[in-house]
């Protein structure tokens, strides 16, 4: 199961940063991915997180979109992934959603969607 949290009201320019808190899955075994879906539009990919361990520990993607202003991590020990979401525009507005998914599978888990809205 996963739990989002944190979207809400934000003017342009400005800060969110949203949650997701897995359970009843080996969390660092899976890559969790943040989606987002805007008002008349497809669900879209935002970033990733894998975990590898080790020296190299994760690495992360990221949408062009939102390179440079967005920054996922996780913390294992609490099953929980992040978005750092800075310098928001309003073309940012939507669900975002958080995913899990096992290596080389598709997302299957997906969290309840939690919504960010930047006004202009």
């Known amino acids: 199961q996963l739990q989002a949290s944190g979207g809400g009201l934000v003017q342009g320019g400005g800060s969110l940063r949203l949650s997701c808190a897995a359970s009843?899955?080996?969390?660092?075994?899976?890559?969790m991915g943040w989606f987002r879906q805007a008002p008349g539009k497809e669900r879209e990919f935002v970033a990733a997180i894998n975990w590898t361990g080790g020296r190299i520990g994760a690495t992360t993607d990221y949408a062009d979109s939102v390179k440079g202003r967005f920054t996922i991590s996780r913390d294992n020990a609490k099953n929980t992934v992040f978005l750092q979401m800075n310098s928001l525009k309003p073309e940012d507005t939507a669900v975002y959603y958080c995913a899990a998914r096992r290596p080389f599978n598709e997302y299957e888990f997906w969290g309840q969607g939690t919504l960010v809205t930047v006004s202009s």
């Open positions: 009843g899955l080996t969390f660092s075994g899976y890559t």
